[in-house]
């Protein structure tokens, strides 16, 4: 069975640390990847119109509606560290699934999400710190009903220094987490 992967990116840069690890990523999966840009799906952040809360749906219509679909095996958030947490293009995007928070409670009728595979992919210049980036993933995770991320996230922390696709551990970790991917999940 064909593996349908949806990479959320959080990276200003198209050829950026961020973009190599995806291309290394990319050739080393198999099944359909679609890829979404934080910062230029044109995905609209929040505005707490509050339509979700009766409705389950939002009311915006953009490109989450490939999100909402939860047409996907495996989720990858691939990002940089700001200030050592997720990009504010992202976190704008991670408000958008506010209608799944509202369906479970506010109207006490959480959706039926498909299980899916959970991997991460940072890159950090200065300290390289991920902390607050893996606390925003794991909520974003948990809300995608995306699994497995703990256990299967890469860093390349130090890009101010050694650019991510010259970073040999970073880039074999990412095979890595294509190999686990394209993987049955048990």
């Known amino acids: 069975m064909a593996r349908k992967t949806l990479i959320l990116n959080g990276s200003p840069r198209p050829q950026g640390n961020t973009a190599a690890l995806i291309e290394t990523l990319r050739t080393k999966l198999s099944g359909e990847v679609i890829e979404i840009s934080a910062f230029r799906s044109g995905i609209a952040p929040c505005v707490d119109c ?18 909402y679909d939860d047409d996907f095996d495996n989720v990858v958030i691939a990002s940089p560290v700001y200030y050592g947490t997720l990009p504010g293009q992202m976190l704008s995007l991670m408000s958008r699934l506010q209608p799944w928070h509202a369906a479970k409670f506010f109207l006490n009728r959480p959706l039926e999400l498909r299980e899916k595979k959970a991997a991460v992919i940072l890159t950090a210049g200065g300290k390289g710190n991920a902390d607050m980036a893996l606390h925003h993933v794991r909520a974003l995770c948990r809300m995608l009903n995306a699994k497995g991320f703990a256990e299967h996230w890469v860093c390349s922390p130090n890009t101010d220094e050694i650019p ?3 970073d040999e551990k970073a880039v074999a970790d990412v095979i890595a987490l294509a190999k686990w991917l394209n993987e049955e999940q048990t």
């Open 50 to 67: 509050r339509s979700c809360w009766t409705t389950a749906k939002c009311a915006v219509r953009d490109g989450m509606q490939t999100i």
């Open 164 to 166: 991510a696709d010259q």
